[in-house]
């Protein structure tokens, strides 16, 4: 780290130990029993993010017409609620009882109940008995998932259907629930067309808040959705819907299935990306974000019933690691992967209620040749950011986006900055928390630090108190 000196680690929290956070992760997937919770509950907790993605489940649910077994899923909202967690519940998918072609596909994944006129009423009392059941345990929930891809709406996507489907679970959640928080889109495409369609049918005037998915190599992309969203609802009169990156994440190999499969993965680059995707979403100011997922599973969205072969498309998404039994089932100690400690690192110090903070800092050309090139903070060259802490304190996070499939990227800029409070550089990578000796401040607060090191993946400035455990001398 060039001049700058180990002193400590961050200390880690637990999810019980932050009123709040804008940190989640998905645990997804087991309306379908892919993987054991049991197994993953206390390592989850001691992440320390808070928000946490479940699905509903009809299939599994419901499986005598009118019969709600809610035994499987009121263990999970439990066990999180427990230990500190928030989930919020995606609802979704279809249900054989009611649908001949849901039948044959494996948990009934992309199966909307909107043909007939009892698929829609088995659907509203499904919706108002799960609402009613969850009352004061769960309050955010999420209408269907990817609903603008032909995996999650199988017959043909379509945004119109999308949004009466959604306006209808809209109104029957609403009046089962008066306090819930409503969670429309779920989408992962481009957000203009679909949306703007979408939009059309008032869906708008129903939800608190709006999820998207990005799997990107190139995080540039969120701030562009972001902000393409947030034209969009205000363009159609609704500026107050909330956005919230519900879905994204990388692979640690480069043989799995799913998003972003081709790409040459590794654990270390599975952790960069985590880091530089959540930061990113962070300094675009989502309401929160969600990392996918908690542990290895088959992605199994195109399933067959009885064809086991249709679902043995393993993904390494998980920031614990798995083995798989025979019927591709998630096995083993689900042992943390870099991208775990990776994520309690960055829970670790921008846990709590964040905000987003303008900081007065300039890079400068000096070390522009440390990035290969001429540096125009205004372009993609340096991506940066602030905020401003539980505590107080500010925090800057910086990288450069080099091509994480092909590069491992170490540099050097110079900064200047006029933020009062001791400084400390933290790499979120390991948690290790760096004092810089070679920080010069004059008499008017202005302080300069020549050669501050960067990497392709977020640094941290913290500028002031930070919560660290000193190393031993």
């Known amino acids: 780290?060039?001049?700058?000196?180990?002193?400590?680690?961050?200390?880690?929290?637990?999810?019980?130990?932050?009123?709040?956070?804008?940190?989640?992760?998905?645990f997804e997937k087991l309306d379908r029993a892919v993987f054991d919770p049991e197994r993953a509950y206390d390592k989850l907790a001691n992440v320390g993010?808070?928000?946490?993605?479940?699905?509903?489940?009809?299939?599994?649910?419901?499986?005598?017409?009118?019969?709600?077994?809610?035994?499987?899923?009121?263990?999970?909202?439990?066990?999180?609620?427990?230990?500190?967690?928030?989930?919020?519940?995606?609802?979704?998918?279809g249900n054989g009882?009611?649908?001949?072609?849901?039948?044959?596909?494996?948990?009934?994944?992309?199966?909307?109940?909107i043909h007939t006129e009892e698929q829609k009423a088995a659907w509203r009392r499904y919706v108002a008995a799960v609402a009613d059941h969850f009352r004061g345990r769960v309050c955010h929930y999420e209408i269907w998932n990817e609903p603008d891809g032909q995996h999650a709406w199988k017959h043909g996507v379509n945004a119109t259907e999308y949004g009466n489907f959604a306006i209808d679970t809209a109104k029957v959640l609403r009046e089962t629930d008066p306090d819930c928080y409503i969670i429309g889109g779920s989408n992962f495409t481009?957000?203009?067309?679909?949306?703007?369609?979408?939009?059309?049918?008032?869906?708008?005037?129903?939800?608190?808040?709006?999820?998207?998915?990005?799997?990107?190599?190139?995080?540039?992309?969120?701030?562009?959705?972001?902000?393409?969203l947030r034209g969009m609802f205000a363009?159609?009169?609704?500026?107050?819907?909330?956005?919230?990156?519900?879905?994204?994440?990388?692979?640690?190999?480069?043989?799995?299935?799913?998003?972003?499969?081709?790409?040459?993965?590794?654990?270390?680059?599975?952790?960069?990306q985590?880091?530089?995707?959540?930061?990113?979403?962070?300094?675009?100011?989502?309401?929160?974000?969600?990392?996918?997922?908690?542990?290895?599973?088959?992605?199994?969205?195109?399933?067959?019933?009885g064809d086991i072969a249709t679902i043995l498309d393993y993904g390494y998404f998980g920031i614990l690691g798995a083995d798989f039994d025979e019927n591709g089932?998630?096995?083993?100690?689900?042992?943390?992967?870099?991208?775990?400690?990776?994520?309690?690192?960055?829970?670790?110090?921008?846990?709590?209620?964040?905000?987003?903070?303008?900081?007065?800092?300039?890079?400068?050309?000096?070390?522009?040749?440390?990035l290969g090139k001429t540096m125009t903070v205004a372009g993609y060259e340096l991506i940066y950011g602030g905020f401003t802490l539980d505590n107080g304190a500010k925090a800057l996070a910086y990288w450069y986006p080099a091509n994480l499939m092909t590069t491992e990227f170490e540099g050097a800029v110079t900064v200047e900055f006029a933020i009062p409070g001791e400084v400390h550089l933290v790499d979120p990578?390991?948690?290790?928390?760096?004092?810089?000796?070679?920080?010069?401040?004059?008499?008017?607060?202005?302080?300069?630090?020549?050669?501050?090191?960067?990497?392709d993946y977020p640094l941290i400035l913290v500028f002031g108190e930070l919560d660290m455990i000193p190393s031993e001398e």
């Open 274 to 305: 985590l880091l530089r995707h959540l930061t990113i979403d962070l300094l675009n100011d989502v309401k929160f974000t969600s990392f996918f997922t908690c542990v290895d599973m088959i992605e199994a969205l195109n399933g067959k019933v």
């Open 329 to 370: 089932i998630a096995t083993g100690e689900y042992t943390p992967k870099p991208s775990y400690y990776a994520l309690q690192n960055l829970a670790a110090l921008l846990g709590g209620s964040l905000t987003v903070t303008e900081l007065p800092i300039v890079f400068h050309r000096e070390n522009a040749w440390h």
């Open 1 to 26: 780290m060039y001049h700058c000196k180990k002193i400590g680690r961050l200390r880690s929290r637990c999810a019980s130990e932050w009123q709040a956070s804008r940190l989640g992760i998905g």
């Open 97 to 113: 009882l009611y649908d001949d072609f849901a039948k044959e596909v494996f948990g009934a994944v992309g199966c909307p109940p």
């Open 190 to 228: 481009s957000p203009i067309g679909y949306v703007q369609e979408m939009l059309s049918t008032g869906l708008g005037a129903y939800i608190d808040g709006y999820t998207f998915h990005e799997y990107t190599y190139t995080e540039e992309n969120v701030t562009q959705k972001v902000k393409a």
């Open 49 to 93: 993010i808070k928000w946490v993605r479940i699905q509903s489940g009809w299939a599994r649910t419901e499986q005598v017409p009118g019969v709600y077994d809610f035994s499987w899923l009121d263990g999970i909202v439990d066990n999180l609620l427990r230990r500190g967690m928030i989930p919020w519940m995606c609802l979704c998918y």
């Open 235 to 272: 363009r159609h009169g609704y500026p107050g819907i909330e956005i919230i990156q519900g879905e994204s994440g990388a692979q640690s190999k480069p043989d799995g299935h799913g998003a972003m499969a081709e790409g040459a993965w590794t654990p270390r680059i599975q952790a960069k």
């Open 429 to 455: 990578m390991d948690g290790s928390v760096y004092a810089i000796p070679d920080a010069r401040t004059d008499a008017y607060g202005t302080t300069f630090i020549h050669c501050l090191p960067i990497r």
